[in-house]
């Protein structure tokens, strides 16, 4: 009785290949470029010439599962978890007046702001092309933001802040290619709710790979990111931001 209900149970993740999992990790350095302006119940602020947020390095990694399991003879989705900090600061003099929540603040003031826009994606996919020189997948997932925003007078000595936790789902395409040792690809995640809400998040790479067996594989890739954000009224705040930069990857694949 309980062979046949293990089996009953076993039966509902069928395998479609032999090979059924890999597992691929990896991150590194990612250049990180701001623009745009942010509008916390007062007047639009500028990154750069208003809040002086400076441009910085930080860190990205990644998690990736692919396996050809199905449920009932329906395919389960692959899934990639990735982070990525975004988070400055600056400290600058101000050349002209603007308000942020309950703060005015004043040209000529000095200003202290911090700023932070971390993520959380969670893409699941399917690969319906998967051949030797061309591969393509699109799915669907959300980014999670972690965002946070303060600004004080240095002047006067007012502060406010803003955080936020921002849910958005997305949708995902990707398409790749490789010959031997040397690949590339693009990938794209986005989405729209009209008008002056959506978003969309681009990164392309050139890498070159080594399997040491069939087992483990390395590889080590360059590439450029860009992202836009545009919001209107949500929470308060409205914005039009700007990230974008060069960044470089290590990762490792494992099958079993």
Known sequence: MFGKKFLKAGLLFLPSALFAFQIDFGGGPQQEQYRGWINYKGTQADLKKDLHIKDRVKGFGYVNIRH?????????????????????????????????GNITVNATDRVYTKFKFNQWDITFYYTPIDLKLLDASWGFGVKVIDFYGYVKSLTTGQSDSKSATIPLPYLYARIGTGFKFIHAYVEGKGITAGGNNYFYDIDGAVGLGYRFNKSIGISLDGGYRYQKYRVDDVDDVSANIRMKGVFGKLSLNFVF
């Open 68 to 100: 050809h399991l199905s449920l009932l003879f329906i395919p389960i989705p692959d899934i990639k978890v990735s982070y990525l900090e975004v988070k400055s600061d600056g400290t600058g003099t101000v050349t002209r007046t603007f308000k942020f």
